[in-house]
């Protein structure tokens, strides 16, 4: 079965730094989808970067990149240029290319984001 | 536009009592999901649905029920609510193929006392 792992329960950032926020995962298959959700104190779940294991190239969306490694299971979310309003909740998750209709989340990794 | 509706927003429940979770979506997406996230925990799979008519279980299915009569609609019964049950609910859908991004409702804190 596959899992989804955030060892970084909590992570905090200076105003205008970057941070990195590690995600690891477990599979035997070849094609899948990775997320990033953020989850802000309403609790609403929005999506924040999206990459297809079949794609080589590295997923961004303007201050939001991610550091894809499929041969390590890796997938880390780099926020530069942080701001008070990232400050959240942060998911990992990982969803099979075929077959099954589910999705895994990690723990999740709070983060801080300090004036 | 909507996108996906949950209520209510907060609900406390005796032991014993039963509920129904309201789960919309306006966005004609095939497939809802529930999920339930516990304190300091991700989101736990309870049961999806790929259309109307067809459900099945998720990872946590135990305690609950879901039906889908109508494509905008998925409610999740909770019988027989016990203090496990605690927990704030997501609804989710998303559309067949595409980016496979889920859009998930509001969410609903419910505390079983």
């Known amino acids: 079965a596959q899992t989804v792992t955030q060892s970084q329960p909590e992570m905090s950032v200076q105003e205008a730094e970057t941070v990195t926020l590690s995600c690891t995962y477990d599979?035997?298959?070849?094609?899948?989808?990775l997320f990033w959700y953020k989850q802000p104190p309403s609790r609403q779940m929005i999506l924040v970067i999206r990459?297809?294991?079949?794609?080589?190239q590295n997923a961004t969306e303007n201050r939001f990149s991610v550091n894809f490694q499929k041969a390590a299971k890796s997938f880390s979310l780099k926020i530069s240029d942080s701001q008070l309003g990232d400050a959240a909740m942060y998911f990992c998750?990982?969803?099979?290319?075929?077959?099954?209709?589910?999705?895994?989340f990690g723990t999740g990794t709070r983060l801080k984001v300090l004036a | 536009n909507a996108g996906v509706t949950q209520t209510p927003k907060f609900r406390i429940l005796k032991i014993g009592q039963s509920m129904t979770l309201q789960c919309a979506q306006d966005?004609?997406?095939?497939?809802m999901y529930w999920y339930r996230q516990d304190p300091g925990m991700g989101l736990k799979l309870i049961y999806y649905?790929?259309?109307?008519?067809?459900?099945d279980k998720g990872e946590v299915p135990n305690g609950y029920n879901v039906s889908r009569s109508t494509t905008e609609d998925f409610p999740l019964r909770l019988e027989l609510a016990a203090p496990s049950q605690t927990s704030v609910y997501f609804c989710?859908?998303?559309?067949?193929?595409?980016?496979?991004?889920?859009?998930f409702g509001p969410g609903t804190r419910l505390t079983v006392t």
């Open positions: 989710a859908s998303r559309a067949s193929g595409g980016t496979y991004e889920q859009y």
């Open positions: 599979t035997s298959e070849s094609d899948y989808y």
């Open positions: 990459q297809e294991a079949y794609k080589q």
């Open positions: 998750a990982y969803r099979s290319a075929a077959g099954t209709y589910k999705y895994i």
């Open positions: 966005m004609n997406h095939n497939y």
């Open positions: 649905s790929v259309g109307a008519g067809i459900t």
